[in-house]
T-cell receptor, first 114, second 113 residues
Framework: AQSVTQLDSQVPVFEEAPVELRCNYS??????LFWYVQYPNQGLQLLLK??????LVKGINGFEAEFNKSQTSFHLRKPSVHISDTAEYFC????????????FGPGTRLSVLP | EPEVTQTPSHQVTQMGQEVILRCVPI?????FYWYRQILGQKVEFLVS????????KSEIFDDQFSVERPDGSNFTLKIRSTKLEDSAMYFC???????????FGQGTRLTVV
C-alpha cells in the first residue's frame, strides 16, 4: 500500500516570493508521482508528473518538482508566485501498474498575499 | 481538448433518498474512477472500474454504493439511501491503458439534508 504525507497544511507567502510545498511518500513498489492543483470551487487539474527519467520535472504555470528516491520526496517549487496561484495543492502517487488507483496526500493550501 | 464531464454540478437530496451521479469519461479511456472529497478534507478513493467490472474499491464503498457503465459512454455512481455524511464533492476520473495520469471532472457537490 502507498501513503502520502504533506507536512504543511497551510503555506502563506507574499507575491513574487519563492515557495516550496513538501511531499513525502511511502511505498513498497515503484510509483509514479503527481501534483494536482484545485482552485476554489473547481476540480483537480494536473500540474506535473514524474514517470521516469530526469528527476526534475517542469509543469504548467512555472511550477517544477524534483523526485528524490533516497528521501522518498517529490517537493513542488515555484521561484516567484502570483496571487492567482492561491489554491489547494495535492501530491498523489500511483503504483507503476496501469489502472491502479491514486492515493492523495491531505493537501497544502497555498495563500499568496499581496 | 477532451475532458471528463460530470452532471449535475450540484445536487441537494433528502436523507434516505437515492441519487445518481453521472460522468462522461474521455472517449478512448479504459479505466474509470470515483473519488470523493468531504469539505476541507483529503481526496479519497472510492472505486475503480475496468472492462465493465469493479477492479478495486475502498472501505468507503459499501453496499449503499454501486457503479455502472450502462451505455459505453456514461459512468454512474449510485448511492441507494443517502446519509448526512455522504455530503461531499464527488469526482469522476478516467485514464487510458497507456498513460498514467488521471483526468478529473469538475465534480458534483452532493448535499444531503
Amino acid at each position: 500500500a502507498q501513503s502520502v504525507t504533506q507536512l504543511d497544511s497551510q503555506v502563506p507567502v507574499f507575491e513574487e516570493a519563492p515557495v516550496e510545498l513538501r511531499c513525502n511518500y511511502s511505498s513498497s513498489v515503484s510509483v509514479y508521482l503527481f501534483w494536482y492543483v484545485q482552485y476554489p470551487n473547481q476540480g483537480l487539474q494536473l500540474l506535473l508528473k514524474y514517470l521516469s527519467g530526469s528527476t526534475l520535472v517542469k509543469g504548467i504555470n512555472g511550477f517544477e518538482a524534483e523526485f528524490n528516491k533516497s528521501q522518498t520526496s517529490f517537493h513542488l517549487r515555484k521561484p516567484s508566485v502570483h496571487i492567482s496561484d492561491t489554491a489547494e495543492y495535492f501530491c498523489a502517487v500511483t503504483p507503476g501498474n496501469y489502472g491502479q488507483n491514486f492515493v492523495f496526500g491531505p493537501g497544502t493550501r497555498l495563500s499568496v498575499l499581496p | 481538448e477532451p475532458e471528463v464531464t460530470q452532471t449535475p454540478s450540484h445536487q441537494v437530496t433528502q436523507m434516505g433518498q437515492e441519487v445518481i451521479l453521472r460522468c462522461v469519461p474521455i472517449s478512448n479511456h479504459l479505466y474509470f474512477y470515483w473519488y470523493r472529497q468531504i469539505l476541507g478534507q483529503k481526496v479519497e478513493f472510492l472505486v475503480s472500474f475496468y472492462n465493465n467490472e469493479i477492479s478495486e474499491k475502498s472501505e468507503i464503498f459499501d453496499d449503499q454504493f454501486s457503479v455502472e457503465r450502462p451505455d459505453g459512454s456514461n459512468f454512474t455512481l449510485k448511492i441507494r439511501s443517502t446519509k448526512l455524511e455522504d455530503s461531499a464533492m464527488y469526482f469522476c476520473a478516467s485514464r487510458t491503458g497507456r498513460s498514467t495520469e488521471a483526468f478529473f471532472g469538475q465534480g458534483t457537490r452532493l448535499t444531503v439534508v
